[in-house]
């Protein structure tokens, strides 16, 4: 609880809207409603696990081009989630702040300077 509320104090501060979930099954009923630009999922969630919510949302042509960042544990059996879904990863164990600007950078476009 305290992971995910860093993240989405971290990602609120940057002016992004952010739904939570406190389960993968919560999470995709939440998401029949939503189109998000980008889904953090961690793969150890309860009632649905995260390779089972992962499935499930790129079943949904809608959900095609969502990006998925994966937030683990360091010991996470990230190697056997498929490849076709190519996640982000971040770990739980290490500045998840630094990590999350990081991805930031590589999922979204740089911002222009508005012109002087």
Do not use: W
Not at 68 to 96: C, F, G, Q, T, W
């Amino acid at each position: 609880m305290l992971i995910r509320h860093t993240v989405c104090r971290f990602l609120e501060e940057r002016g992004f809207g952010v739904e939570s979930a406190a389960n993968g099954l919560e999470a995709l009923e939440m998401l029949k409603t939503i189109v998000p630009s980008l889904v953090i999922i961690d793969p150890q969630m309860s009632k649905m696990d995260g390779r089972q919510l992962m499935d499930a949302l790129k079943s949904r042509p809608e959900m095609a081009k969502v990006s998925i960042v994966i937030l683990a544990a360091r010991r996470s059996p990230l190697d056997a989630l498929p490849e076709n879904h190519s996640p982000l990863v971040i770990y739980k164990d290490m500045d998840i702040e630094a990590q999350l600007a990081r991805v930031l950078e590589t999922i979204l476009p740089p911002r222009r300077t508005p012109p002087s």
